[in-house]
């Protein structure tokens, strides 16, 4: 497949790659592709958010403690 592509996307792919983010063009498209296929994936279940969270095994706790008031004159 040849693709052609306009004078400001190949500016942005050589910026890319000068500024080291990249070492070839198909490095960015690759990881163009991969971005836009992330954006159009269906949006995960509140099950596969919880799993797939950095905090897993943590054992973090987040109740609150309870509230002991305070008095308010009016």
Known sequence: ???????EQERIIQEEIQN?????AEEVLDSALAALREKVREPKSLVEFFRDS????MEM???????SGRKIEL
Not at 1 to 7: D, E, H, S
Not at 20 to 24: E, L, R
């Open 1 to 7: 497949m040849v693709i052609q592509l306009n004078p």
């Open 20 to 24: 080291g983010h990249f070492h070839s």
């Open 54 to 57: 950095p905090f897993v095994g």
């Open 61 to 67: 706790k987040f109740e609150r403690s309870e509230d």
